[in-house]
């Protein structure tokens, strides 16, 4: 019968991924990470710090993992070629899950150094972290202010948003500890502190890794409901049955679909061709957020001919 194909949905950005949009953006939080990272490291090295040493390691990963999370845009947004006809978007996803590893390596370091100080503290002056402690607080609330659009549209730049947000909450743990010390003088608030940071980075970590994985095993978006989709495309007159239906994501904002649908009637002829793909488009356009859907339309027992069909 032939097939069809349109945007169903709001096209990729002629400018790139969804992530590319915020390179300017990523470059700032990469050169305050930096400065941060220095700060932090003079400031454990003078204090002796185990949470803003902690902190600061966090801080390293933060400046790989938005650097890493720029060279995927840049890698992204390369033409495709004819071997990868996709092009090379996948890699902001891959950047996503690489950060994820650096955050869970990080937070393992932090709770095994963080024991071993529990055990033997050592003493921290409170005054002096309070400082850095603000200092990195100040810092990174500037870097998610930056990286809050953004995180919401790009699975890249969620990963570079989360390992900030990560480290705003080690700086708040590092600045809550510095005053039980100048307070009580309990010493083991340092690497209680360090442990919350540690804990802290776990959760949303395992939530973005699983969304990095659902994109590379091509699960069907969250928000697009495969029977809702296949009881739409039913619906419209001329339409006997769908199969071989996919929706899968080649990355943050770029969903896509493909179908293979049964017709009958007027449907068969060259004008009703026409008329049910653009009522396929529209309906998919109208009611999903897919960035581009191809279909292939099919006389009753056409299916019988297909090597491998999926239901």
């Given at each position: 019968m032939g097939a069809g194909h349109q945007h169903g949905g709001p096209s990729p950005s002629p400018r790139g991924?969804?992530?590319?949009?915020?390179r300017g953006r990523l470059r700032i939080a990469l050169a305050i990470a930096a400065?941060?990272?220095?700060a932090e490291l003079v400031g454990s090295a003078l204090t002796g710090s185990l949470a803003l040493l902690a902190d600061a390691g966090h801080v390293a990963t933060d400046t790989i993992g938005i650097a890493m999370a720029l060279l995927a845009i840049h890698v992204a947004n390369r033409p495709a070629g004819e071997r990868r006809t996709f092009g090379y978007a996948r890699m902001?996803?891959?950047a996503a899950l690489a950060n994820c590893l650096l955050l869970l390596g990080v937070g393992g370091y932090i709770l095994f150094e963080a024991v071993g100080r529990l055990r033997e503290p050592t003493e921290v002056p409170g005054g002096q972290t309070i400082l850095f402690g603000l200092l990195g607080l100040a810092l990174n609330g500037l870097s998610l202010a930056l990286l809050m659009r953004g995180q919401r549209e790009s699975l890249n730049v969620r990963g570079a948003f989360l390992e900030v947000a990560a480290d705003t909450l080690g700086s708040l743990a590092v600045v809550a500890a510095a005053l039980v010390v100048l307070v009580t003088g309990w010493q083991g608030a340092d690497p209680v502190a360090s442990l919350l940071i540690?804990?802290?980075?776990v959760p949303r970590t395992v939530k973005l890794?699983?969304?990095a994985l659902d994109v590379l095993l091509e699960a069907a978006p969250r928000d697009v409901s495969i029977p809702e989709v296949r009881a739409h495309i039913l619906r419209l007159p001329g339409v006997e049955d769908v199969h071989d239906l996919h929706v899968w994501t080649i990355t943050s904002g770029m969903p896509v679909l493909s179908a293979h649908v049964?017709?009958?009637?007027e449907a068969l002829d060259a004008p009703g061709h026409e008329r049910m793909l653009r009522d396929l488009?529209?309906?998919?356009?109208?009611?999903?957020?897919?960035?581009?859907?191809?279909?292939?339309l099919e006389p009753s027992g056409h299916?019988?001919?297909?090597?491998?069909?999926?239901?």
């Open positions: 991924t969804a992530g590319a949009a915020y400065l941060l990272l220095v902001e996803i891959l540690a804990l802290m980075i890794a699983r969304e049964v017709v009958g009637g488009q529209s309906c998919l356009g109208t009611h999903f957020d897919v960035a581009h859907c191809t279909f292939q299916v019988a001919h297909e090597a491998g069909v999926c239901d």
